[in-house]
């Protein structure tokens, strides 16, 4: 068993989950709704609302969904499990070819809690570097991925698609700050994927290991390295280096402490983030009146 089996052997014990085949889609153009759709007969990619140069386009109806590949939104109960699932097929396919990715924002800030996603986030974020993402872009653009998962009758289909623009460094490109996508075709839900690129101007200011984002976020290299290993959803995962202080400078000391967050409470014995069960303040009662109109029966 060479080591790269054994590692999908491992990786796939490990998560229950069964990527069973890949192969690329002969796509041609540029990824456009007719290329890739699945199921759907109109696009709600959201493509036409958006200016010429912008590669990866939300949806008309949320803008965490790509509508090439959903009509509407999943329920929310439902919303959780796909993004678990989203980012353990993501994780696994990037430790399998051999891709270094480490997550970043919300889903490093659920690591912190629980080592998972957030129950009310509605997205993932993770970066890679330049190598990364110009190895993603010349052999893995396009990709497809099918994965067996557990309680999912016909598995789902995965996509790996890069942005052109990637190549444009800078953050003038405000169109484009997301390089790849993680696509699961089934929901078009996504996991945006980032770039850490080396800011030589900064460097060139005697800021050293300065890096940037065409998001705008800046770090320095010894932020995010050497990065460190860790799970998530189960899976191994890359956190940077300081993760403590940099979910600090993103979301304020209280967002590491603070157990009451987003009509969530986290238990401390279950590990989890429990939603607050707001009850539905009761009616008032009518007072008796001694002589109250008899009920009429109102069919609107
Ligand atoms: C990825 O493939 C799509 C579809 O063919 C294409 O539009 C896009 O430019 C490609 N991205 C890169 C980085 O080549
Ligand atoms: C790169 O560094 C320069 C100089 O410090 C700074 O002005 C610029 O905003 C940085 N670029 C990005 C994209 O962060
Ligand atoms: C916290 O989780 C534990 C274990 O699952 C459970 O027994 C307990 O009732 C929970 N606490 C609250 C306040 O819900």
Not at 228 to 247: M, N, W
Request: glycine letters at 6%; hydrophobic letters at 35%.
């Amino acid at each position: 068993m060479t080591l790269h089996t054994a590692a999908r052997t491992c990786l796939a014990i490990l998560l229950l989950i069964l990527p069973v085949c890949r192969h690329t889609a002969f796509v041609r153009g540029d990824a456009d709704f007719l290329d890739v759709r699945t199921s759907l007969n109109r696009d709600r990619s959201g493509k036409g609302g958006d200016p010429k140069d912008k590669y990866f386009h939300e949806s008309t109806f949320h803008p965490h969904y790509d509508g090439r590949f959903a009509a509407a939104q999943i329920g929310k109960e439902e919303r959780l499990p796909h993004l678990t699932a989203l980012m353990q097929t993501f994780l696994a396919t990037m430790a399998d070819i051999g891709a270094e990715t480490w997550i970043m924002h919300g889903s490093l800030l659920g690591w912190w809690w629980n080592q998972k996603i957030l129950p009310w986030d509605s997205d993932i974020d993770v970066q890679v570097s330049e190598t990364t993402i110009a190895f993603l872009a010349k052999y893995y653009n396009m990709t497809e991925y099918h994965f067996r998962l557990p309680g999912v009758e016909n598995g789902r289909t995965y996509l790996m698609e890069v942005n052109p623009h990637y190549t444009i460094r800078g953050v003038e490109d405000k169109l484009n700050v997301i390089d790849a996508r993680w696509i699961d075709t089934e929901t078009g839900l996504f996991i945006d994927i980032s770039t850490v690129r080396a800011n030589y101007t900064a460097r060139a200011e005697g800021v050293q290991g300065a890096l940037m984002c065409k998001d705008k976020h800046k770090y320095l290299e010894q932020d995010i390295f050497p990065l460190r290993d860790s799970f998530f959803e189960g899976i191994h995962v890359k956190i940077p280096f300081e993760y403590a202080t940099l979910l600090e400078e993103e979301y304020g000391k209280k967002a590491l402490t603070l157990t009451t967050f987003e009509q969530h409470k986290f238990n401390h014995t279950s590990k989890l983030w429990e939603p607050i069960l707001t009850s539905v303040p009761p009616r008032r009662k009518r007072p008796n009146r001694p002589f109250r109109k008899p009920p009429t029966f109102n069919p609107s």
